[in-house]
């Protein structure tokens, strides 16, 4: 038996108890990795540049009166948490704006995957990044994993993106450091209890939101649900799954992934 996701995040399917049950769970990893690594990039640029309170302005027929100076991405420091996919995608955008990039995997990539950037410890990557952007599978190792003790150790000022899991951070803990200043702006996709949304990070004009738009475009779409498909039609035919879920690649072979035709 096979339960397909047509999606890249699969926290929401217990894969353990499909796994005891014979289930082999599929995702979609590769088609939405172009997509939302450009809003990621969206957001750190915009929240680099305090676009959200600018366009509030604009509407409420101020201009840009009282707008405070954004920054500029050259020279900044970014670190990437979860050096993956849409890590690497991102990694790749932000090289012609002039930004550093460092990161944190579990384990630090070969040369060519790292292209140029940094392997630095988690420890190091949350004091040392101008901008962090976190792009790590949620799982409960991962819940929280960015809390206050982790954002007092943070450069003040510094801009945090999250187009992952919402509950990756404590949104609470976000909220305060953002009103406090600690945090200059966040860029946020995603939301702890989506699509409930903290009502801090809402009154906040320096917290550039919105609905988890991800891999919200027609091209992306049309990519998921074809390696669905894919991945179904495999199935049927006993042949070997494209992208069975990491936790269940051990229960057969992989040959490739979704861009081969079947």
Known sequence: MIFIAASSGYDQIDVKACADRGITVTYAPDPVTNATADLALWLLLGSLRQ??????SLRRGNFKTGIDFGRDPEGKVLGILGMGRIGRALKARCEP???????HNR????PDQAAGATYVSFEKLISESDMISINIPLNPQ????IGAEQITKMKDGVI???TAR???????ALAEALDSGKIASVGLDVYEHEPMINERLLKNERALLVPHLGTHT?????K????AMKNARRAVLGEPLLTPVPEHAGLQRSPSNCTRDV
């Open 51 to 56: 676009l959200n309170p600018s366009l509030g």
């Open 160 to 162: 945090i993106v999250n």
């Open 224 to 227: 998921m649900e074809t390696c």
């Open 218 to 222: 027609v091209e992306t779409l049309t």
């Open 166 to 172: 919402g509950a990756v951070i404590d949104e609470d």
């Open 107 to 110: 384990s630090e990539l070969p």
């Open 142 to 145: 991962t819940r929280h994993l």
């Open 97 to 103: 704006f002039g930004i550093i990039t460092q990161y």
